[in-house]
């Protein structure tokens, strides 16, 4: 359903197959105060929205962390009340970003369960380009979780697939730059340190460092559109903010 100014709502059931999850769960977790209410429509049929599905990504992730129920929550009430679809998807990114790297061998049905979506061939092949996916024994796929989300969102952007790789390309190219400069500045600081030390320092740093990265590419990254746009980008909030850590599975 698309509301009056071209918004999408979904139903319960929408919502949860899009988040790949369960209706029960969703419930759940509105009964918790982890997502809000939806939007009453008619016949009092609830409608949800992006926030509500970027919110569901985001408790993902946290329990992916290996995060309690009861810490996701002390978490999300921390969290400024007028997130959008966009803040949440930029704090789900920082959790993510110094999770360890989880590959697994899956099915398709559970790959397209993951996905949260139906794939046909030519999704599974964008999704290989990307390296998201790749195949794995038999009619099994060996699935990078930490992509998979950003790379079923990145096959409904109206960009070719070669400008998608191509900006792949760059962004990891420069994150690697990024990353030696950075190492080469910490070691630095540390080589009369202990090892235990030098991991410790690495360890409380990482989600620092890669906050503070996507905080500046946000920011820049707005700069040029203003430009580009002739100064009608709209400025939004920065937001990401620091996490730890999952949740005890669906409820």
């Known amino acids: 359903m698309t509301t009056g100014t071209g918004e ?38 609830g409608h ?27 978490y999300l009430q921390q969290l400024p009340p007028d997130l959008d679809a966009h803040d949440l998807a930029v704090h789900r990114a920082v959790v993510a970003s110094w999770a360890p790297e989880s590959v697994e061998t899956v099915p398709r049905a559970e790959l397209e369960r993951r996905a949260g979506r139906a794939l046909d061939d030519g999704d599974v092949a964008r999704l290989a380009a990307m390296g998201v996916v790749a195949d794995g024994d038999g009619d099994a796929y060996r699935v990078d979780l930490g992509l998979l989300r950003l790379g079923v969102r990145l096959l409904d ?47 409380s740093m990482q989600p620092m460092v890669v906050q503070a990265l996507l905080t500046a590419f946000q920011r820049s990254l707005r700069e040029e559109l203003r430009e580009w746009l002739g100064g009608d980008t709209p400025t939004d909030g920065d937001g990401p903010a620091d996490a730890d850590g999952r949740a005890d599975g669906d409820a």
């Open 157 to 203: 952007v109206p960009l070719s697939p070669e400008a998608i790789l191509a900006s792949r390309k760059v962004l990891i190219e420069h994150a690697r730059e990024a990353a030696r400069e950075l190492s080469r500045l910490f070691r630095q600081e540390v080589e009369q340190r202990a090892a235990q030390d030098v991991k410790s320092l690495s360890a």
């Open 48 to 74: 949800y929205g992006r926030e509500h599905l970027a919110r569901l990504a985001l408790i993902e992730e946290l329990q992916h962390q290996g995060m309690t129920l009861a810490a996701i929550e002390r």
């Open 8 to 45: 999408t709502t979904l139903t319960i059931d929408e919502l949860a197959a899009r988040a790949g999850t369960t209706v029960r769960t969703v419930r759940f977790y509105g009964t918790k105060g982890l997502l809000p209410p939806p939007v009453l429509g008619p016949r009092r049929v």
